[in-house]
């Protein structure tokens, strides 16, 4: 049972801020070299990414809410009118 709507512009921007601080922990660490200028584009691109698909989203959403033309839902028409 969801407790809440699933908001995957979220989901990306919270999977673009854990891969560069994997990125970052991994230099930080010794694992490996990292140059600074690798997580600008990283993180920049991962929160376009998100605001994109967020706003793709509200705009479904938005689509989807509306009621159909006639002013009454399909299903509700059929039950009412025996079809």
Do not use: K, S
Request: glycine share 20%; charged share 15%.
């Amino acid at each position: 049972m969801l407790r809440h709507e699933f908001q995957p512009g979220r989901l990306i921007a919270g999977a673009a801020l854990v891969a560069a601080a994997v990125v970052y922990g991994g230099d930080a660490g010794g694992a490996w070299e990292t140059p600074w200028f690798v997580l600008v584009p990283l993180v920049v691109g991962g929160l376009c990414l998100a605001g994109g698909v967020g706003a793709v989203t509200g705009l479904v959403r938005r689509r989807r809410g509306r009621p159909a033309p006639g002013g009454a839902d399909t299903a509700d028409h059929a039950r009412t009118n025996g079809g």
